[in-house]
Structures are given as structure tokens and as C-alpha cells.
Nanobody, 132 residues
Framework: EVQLVESGGGLVQAGGSLRLSCAAS????????IGWFRQAPGNERDGFSC????????YVHDLVKGRFTISKDNAKNTVYLQMNSLMPEDTAVYSC?????????????????????????WGQGTQVTVSS
């Protein structure tokens, strides 16, 4: 059974940084992409970054490019999201998800990363609150 567990959320002042972690277990191969989503109250869930477990290629949405960095540590089965220069509008529940990017379900990252329906497994989420 695939499980994803996020950690690292919290309260931070504007301009500060946080690093989120997504610990994955139960993945049977490297043919996955791990994506990060966020959802603020009253808003839709938005995907903004993902990384291929097999080759480390990444996708980062323009909205967070230059501030957020996604990375992975295969030995720890963990994907990280380093968030810098945080702004109050970054306040949301952040979730990670796993997309089994294999066979007929293989697509270029940018064409599928931002969309929740691309993903097969989800974590519970972690709250990030940025105060002004």
C-alpha cells in the first residue's frame, strides 16, 4: 500500500522559509512522479511542482518559480519542497501526491503535473500559514 506523509508545515512570518517533506512508502518502482499541491480556503486545489523519481526532472509553475524548489532523496524515499520568500498568499494546506508515470500513463511532466486527476495517491496535507 502506498502511503505519503507530509511534514514541515507551520506558522512563519512573511519573507521567511519552510521546508516541507513528503515521505513515501510502498512505491514499487521509480516510475513515479511526486507532486505538490496546495489549497487555500474557498479555492481549488492547485498543483505547482513535481519531480520524477526516476531521473529527477522537475516541473515548477511560474507562480512559485524562483521561490520554491523541489528535490528528492531516494535513499530516504522523501521529496522536499523548499519554500523561500513566503508571502501571506502562500497560506494553504500543502499536500503531496504520487503519479504512477508508466506505460500508457507516461506524459511529459508539464502536461500532467498541475492536475489533481493525474495522481493515484495522496497524503493528508500539512498546514502552512504565513503571517504579514
Amino acid at each position: 500500500e502506498v502511503q505519503l506523509v507530509e511534514s514541515g508545515g507551520g506558522l512563519v512570518q512573511a519573507g521567511g522559509s519552510l521546508r516541507l517533506s513528503c515521505a513515501a512508502s510502498g512505491l514499487t518502482s521509480d516510475d513515479y512522479a511526486i507532486g505538490w499541491f496546495r489549497q487555500a480556503p474557498g479555492n481549488e486545489r492547485d498543483g505547482f511542482s513535481c519531480i520524477s523519481i526516476s531521473d529527477g526532472s522537475t516541473y515548477v509553475h511560474d507562480l512559485v518559480k524562483g521561490r520554491f524548489t523541489i528535490s528528492k532523496d531516494n535513499a530516504k524515499n522523501t521529496v522536499y519542497l523548499q519554500m523561500n520568500s513566503l508571502m501571506p498568499e502562500d497560506t494553504a494546506v500543502y499536500s503531496c501526491a504520487a503519479w504512477h508515470r508508466y506505460g500508457d500513463n507516461w506524459y511529459p511532466l508539464a502536461s500532467r503535473c498541475p492536475y489533481w486527476w493525474s495522481y493515484d495517491y495522496w497524503g493528508q496535507g500539512t498546514q502552512v500559514t504565513v503571517s504579514s
